[in-house]
């Protein structure tokens, strides 16, 4: 089961003891530029990059011995599919099976279409929290992946059993 934090993906990651980050988000929405600001200056080849949503998205960047990150910025209102991120986390997800990584912590993204009320965009969120924990829940099994789910807003939290 995956294990479940209210705090910021990048400090998390950079904290502790994981192999894989898997980043969703821009640097201009949900506090994602600030947390960025707060992290570049740990990996000094980044001190310049203003958005790694759009300047290093895509493969894996290694950042240490065996750790590494993937950014997964937004396309459509900011958010994804769910087809886009079913295919962000199966890329990464297998990837990091692949090599042999183990622990991997990520923070999800919002819909592309969540709605345009205050009860249509919380029921969205949970519905995509709930669908990133589903395919989190998988990955552990197939893969032997340890993986924790974070958010500032503490999503993850309120749908955990």
Known sequence: MPAYRDEDVLQVFWDGPFDLAVVFGHSGFNHMGDCWKKF????????????????????????????????????????????????????????????????????????????TTTEQKDASDTRRAQLIRKLAVRYEAESDLQITLTSLDGQYNRIAD
Do not use: C, Y
């Open 40 to 115: 570049q200056d740990n990996v000094p080849d980044w001190a310049t990059i203003r958005d790694p949503f759009r300047d290093l998205s895509g493969d894996p960047h290694e950042i240490g011995d065996r750790r590494w990150m993937t950014f997964v910025g937004p396309r459509k209102n900011n958010g994804l599919t769910d087809e886009q991120i079913h295919e962000a986390l199966d890329s990464s997800l297998s990837w990091a099976h692949q090599q042999g990584l183990t622990n991997v912590i990520t923070n999800g993204i919002q819909d592309s279409d969540r709605g």
